[in-house]
Every structure is written in structure tokens, then in C-alpha cells.
């Protein structure tokens, strides 16, 4: 058996019950946390807070050689951490066939997304969210300033009246100048803000470390909030499309969004 575990977003405590018997139970425990991660502890808090040993696998590990892995799940019950929600990536996935195709049985334990907690937290409606995308650093993506995919997400949500959540790059064991086993980076949304802020008027919502005790939302035009700093990360940003009334008072209120940044509500 092959369970895939989401850990949820914070910290060790935020799995689920489900989850925590599936690691007790487990023979052999994995893990990745370039995809995502768990600002509020570390695998070492991780592995204590279990009581197992975890394997920690960089990206090649998971993606070029998940031989163990899946060699463990042919010899007893072996479960795959991740942050968040353990199918969100599709490296996740791709490891959740490749043991189906041996003939391995997979189970499936969820975990809170940060597409749900920014929703939760922004008080803007889960179902008015259009088609996510990504921010990457300029240099991961070899060019200056935004990809004009992203743009294009972003200005076509809107032109439906739809909400984008924006992702921040996150970069470990490679950096501008290549593989580098030391680089850990993490994008913020003050630095995303500026980015887009280049490309485009519009309204952002700035979400900080979602499921933590100290999560921050603030909601601004993207030239302010490219002005302001969040603290650590992980970062979250979100370009708001139409604003229903009830999100309207929930950005002025949770997010302390200035009167003259907010579009009249439709």
C-alpha cells in the first residue's frame, strides 16, 4: 500500500487525524517539501511529533528515481507526505500511477489547500475563483518582468468577473545561476505585487503563512502592497475580479482594504 498524506499548511500539528494513524501505522515514512512546505516546523519536529524517521526526497528523487518508494509499498505500507493537499501537484500524481501501474494499492488522505484557506481567509467566494496560476522568479522562467501566460490568466478571469489565485515561486536546490543544492527561496507577495504592478492596475490580496496562529491578509492597489512587508513565508496573492457585496465588506473588514482601493460591488 502507497498512502499519500496531506499534512496540511502550517505545522506538524495541522494533518488530520486520519492522517496521523496512517503514519503510525506505516513501515516506511517519505516525504517532499520542494513542491510546498511547512513554514512552522521542520522535518526534524516532524519526525519527533511521529515518532518515525522520515525520508526526506528532493524533486529527482520523487520524479527520476521513485524506486524506493515504490519498492517500499510492494514490501508493506509505506506513506508519501507532502504539505497541503498531497494530489494538488502533479508530480504527486504521476508517483500515485506509476504505483497503480505495478500493481500497488494507493489511498488517498487529505489535507486543507491553500487555494481553500486563501478563500477562508480573504472572505472572498470559493466558487467565484477562476483558473489559478504561478508566479516565477524572472529568472526561472528565463525572461524579465511577467510571463504573459500568467497575465493572460490573470486578465481573463477578470474579464469574467472571476478571482485569480496567484501561487509564489518557490525554489529549492536550484537558483539563477542553476542546480545549487544550498538555494532555498521562497517568492513574497510584496515582490509579486511589484512584478504585476509593472503589467497591470488591479486590485491584490495579500495572504501570509494561511493556517498559521499569525496569518496576515491585506488588501491593497498592487503598487501598495508592493510597498509593505509580510513577514515569512509562505505567501499567497490573489487578484480579485466583480466583488459581490458580502466580499466587498469582507475585504474592507478582514483585510483592511482602503475605501478608494475597492471597486463598487456588483
Same mark, same amino acid.
Request: aromatic share 6%; glycine share 12%; no cysteine.
Given at each position: 500500500?502507497?498512502?499519500?498524506?496531506?499534512?496540511?499548511?502550517?505545522?506538524?500539528?495541522?494533518?488530520?487525524?486520519?492522517?496521523?494513524?496512517?503514519?503510525?501505522?506505516?513501515?516506511?515514512?517519505?516525504?517532499?517539501?520542494?513542491?510546498?512546505?511547512?513554514?512552522?516546523?521542520?522535518?526534524?519536529?516532524?519526525?519527533?511529533?511521529?515518532?518515525?524517521?522520515?525520508?526526506?526526497?528532493?524533486?529527482?528523487?520523487?520524479?527520476?528515481?521513485?524506486?524506493?518508494?515504490?519498492?517500499?509499498?510492494?514490501?508493506?505500507?509505506?506513506?508519501?507526505?507532502?504539505?497541503?493537499?498531497?494530489?494538488?501537484?502533479?508530480?504527486?500524481?504521476?508517483?500515485?500511477?506509476?504505483?497503480?501501474?505495478?500493481?500497488?494499492?494507493?489511498?488517498?488522505?487529505?489535507?486543507?489547500?491553500?487555494?481553500?484557506?486563501?478563500?477562508?481567509?480573504?472572505?472572498?467566494?470559493?466558487?467565484?475563483?477562476?483558473?489559478?496560476?504561478?508566479?516565477?522568479?524572472?529568472?526561472?522562467?528565463?525572461?524579465?518582468?511577467?510571463?504573459?501566460?500568467?497575465?493572460?490568466?490573470?486578465?481573463?478571469?477578470?474579464?469574467?468577473?472571476?478571482?485569480?489565485?496567484?501561487?509564489?515561486?518557490?525554489?529549492?536546490?536550484?537558483?539563477?545561476?542553476?542546480?545549487?543544492?544550498?538555494?532555498?527561496?521562497?517568492?513574497?507577495?510584496?515582490?509579486?505585487?511589484?512584478?504585476?504592478?509593472?503589467?497591470?492596475?488591479?486590485?491584490?490580496?495579500?495572504?501570509?503563512?494561511?493556517? =498559521?496562529?499569525?496569518?496576515?491578509?491585506?488588501? +491593497?492597489? @498592487?503598487?501598495? *502592497? %508592493? $510597498?509593505?512587508?509580510? &513577514?515569512?513565508?509562505?505567501?499567497?496573492?490573489?487578484?480579485? =475580479?466583480?466583488?459581490?457585496?458580502?466580499?466587498? +465588506?469582507? @475585504?474592507?473588514? *478582514? %483585510? $483592511?482594504?482602503?475605501? &478608494?482601493?475597492?471597486?463598487?460591488?456588483?
Amino acid at each position: 500500500m502507497l498512502t499519500f498524506v496531506g499534512l496540511g499548511l502550517y505545522d506538524e500539528r495541522s494533518i488530520t487525524v486520519e492522517g496521523r494513524e496512517a503514519v503510525a501505522g506505516a513501515d516506511r515514512v517519505f516525504a517532499e517539501f520542494y513542491t510546498s512546505k511547512l513554514a512552522g516546523t521542520t522535518v526534524e519536529e516532524l519526525s519527533a511529533y511521529h515518532g518515525v524517521e522520515i525520508e526526506l526526497r528532493d524533486r529527482s528523487g520523487v520524479e527520476e528515481d521513485p524506486e524506493p518508494i515504490l519498492a517500499a509499498a510492494e514490501a508493506g505500507d509505506a506513506v508519501f507526505l507532502t504539505a497541503g493537499d498531497t494530489m494538488i501537484s502533479t508530480t504527486h500524481v504521476d508517483l500515485r500511477l506509476r504505483a497503480e501501474e505495478r500493481g500497488i494499492e494507493t489511498h488517498v488522505v487529505h489535507g486543507t489547500t491553500a487555494g481553500s484557506a486563501a478563500a477562508s481567509l480573504t472572505g472572498l467566494q470559493n466558487y467565484r475563483f477562476g483558473k489559478a496560476t504561478t508566479l516565477p522568479f524572472p529568472y526561472a522562467h528565463g525572461g524579465e518582468g511577467v510571463p504573459g501566460s500568467v497575465l493572460e490568466t490573470i486578465e481573463g478571469n477578470r474579464n469574467r468577473g472571476l478571482h485569480t489565485l496567484v501561487y509564489l515561486d518557490i525554489k529549492i536546490g536550484i537558483g539563477p545561476e542553476g542546480t545549487d543544492p544550498n538555494h532555498e527561496e521562497y517568492m513574497t507577495a510584496h515582490y509579486a505585487a511589484e512584478l504585476l504592478a509593472g503589467e497591470l492596475e488591479a486590485l491584490g490580496v495579500a495572504v501570509a503563512r494561511a493556517g =498559521g496562529p499569525d496569518p496576515i491578509v491585506a488588501a +491593497d492597489r @498592487l503598487a501598495s *502592497l %508592493a $510597498d509593505l512587508s509580510f &513577514g515569512e513565508p509562505l505567501h499567497l496573492l490573489v487578484i480579485p =475580479g466583480d466583488l459581490h457585496v458580502i466580499e466587498h +465588506d469582507a @475585504l474592507s473588514r *478582514l %483585510a $483592511d482594504a482602503p475605501s &478608494g482601493a475597492l471597486p463598487d460591488p456588483v
